[in-house]
Structures are given as structure tokens and as C-alpha cells.
């Protein structure tokens, strides 16, 4: 009897531990499964919650800073820290990373542990413009958080962290 209870407990122990390791919570499994459902149909926010400038320190961002993603538009709406190495036009007031792009480049690669990296080029450059963007470049883990990492042709690059939200 005790030979047969020790089993019990130790067939117990390996179910728990099986479960444990290879069980997936089904919440994060739906969470994951509609990160890469947006990620696929491009359709989604990134909503930035850190700003990396490449001089001084990670910034917290307490307003609402996002890149609208489509098939049809980029909509940008980030701050900037940073050098620049063209001045705004005298009186201008607006700065960050501002702009709506209906011409650009998405290609979607396998990212680091089942994410995704996200190159998206503006293809309506304007070298002119003091806050032309080359290239972004989002990094996104399975679980929606991601980083955004935006090169600009006359400022410092900057880089976002925050995560992927669908919103209609």
C-alpha cells in the first residue's frame, strides 16, 4: 500500500510539473494569437510609453504618444529628443516626429524569440524637411511589447518602447 501511494504522489509530481512547463496560460495564448493577427492583417497602434533619445536618459512619456499602422497610412504622433542638424523654419512651434505617409515600404521579418521586426520606409522623402523619416523599425515580442527605433535624415536616431494595441 505505502509502495503504491508513493507512486500516486510521484505520478502527481511529474503531471504537475508536465503541465507546469508545457501548459500555456489561455489568456496569454489569446493575447499572442491577436498580437500576430494584427501584425498580419497591419492593422494596429504602437503606443509609446519610453522615449530612448541617443544623448541623455530614457524619458517616460505621460502623454499619449502612438504610430498608427495600416495598409493604407503610417500616422505618426511621437516626441523628439535629440540633435538636430537642420533648424525648423523661423516661428515654427511644432516639433517631434510628426507626419502621414500613404507611400511607404512594410516588410515584415522573423523577430528574436517568435516576434516579428517591422521595416517600414516612407518612400515621399523630402531631405528639405527637417523631419524627414528614413526607416522605422519596429521589434515586437509575442506577447505585444515592442520597440520602435526611428531614423531621421537630419536628426539623431530615437528610440520608443512601449506595446502593440489594436484600435479601430
Do not use: C
Not at 494569437?33 to 519610453?50: C, G, L, Q, T, W
Not at 520606409?121 to 509575442?142: C, F, G, T
Amino acid at each position: 500500500m505505502k509502495r503504491l501511494l508513493n507512486i500516486l504522489v510521484l505520478l502527481a509530481i511529474v503531471s504537475g510539473s508536465f503541465n507546469l512547463s508545457f501548459g500555456q496560460n489561455p489568456k496569454k495564448a489569446a493575447r499572442q494569437a491577436a498580437i500576430k493577427n494584427m501584425v498580419d492583417s497591419i492593422r494596429f497602434y504602437f503606443n509609446a510609453e519610453y522615449a530612448l533619445p541617443q544623448r541623455g536618459g530614457m524619458k517616460n512619456l505621460t502623454s499619449i504618444y502612438d504610430v498608427k499602422i495600416t495598409k493604407d497610412s503610417i500616422n505618426a504622433f511621437l516626441p523628439y529628443y535629440g540633435q538636430a542638424y537642420m533648424a525648423p523654419d523661423p516661428g515654427t512651434t511644432e516639433g517631434g516626429i510628426k507626419f502621414i505617409s500613404t507611400n511607404f515600404s512594410y516588410k515584415v521579418n522573423p523577430g528574436k524569440k517568435g516576434g516579428w521586426e517591422i521595416i517600414i520606409k516612407p518612400k515621399d522623402h523630402d531631405i528639405s524637411n527637417w523631419r524627414d523619416v528614413q526607416q522605422m523599425i519596429l521589434n515586437i515580442s509575442p506577447d505585444g511589447y515592442a520597440t520602435l527605433s526611428v531614423i531621421s535624415t537630419n536628426r539623431d536616431p530615437i528610440s520608443f518602447q512601449g506595446n502593440i494595441i489594436a484600435k479601430e
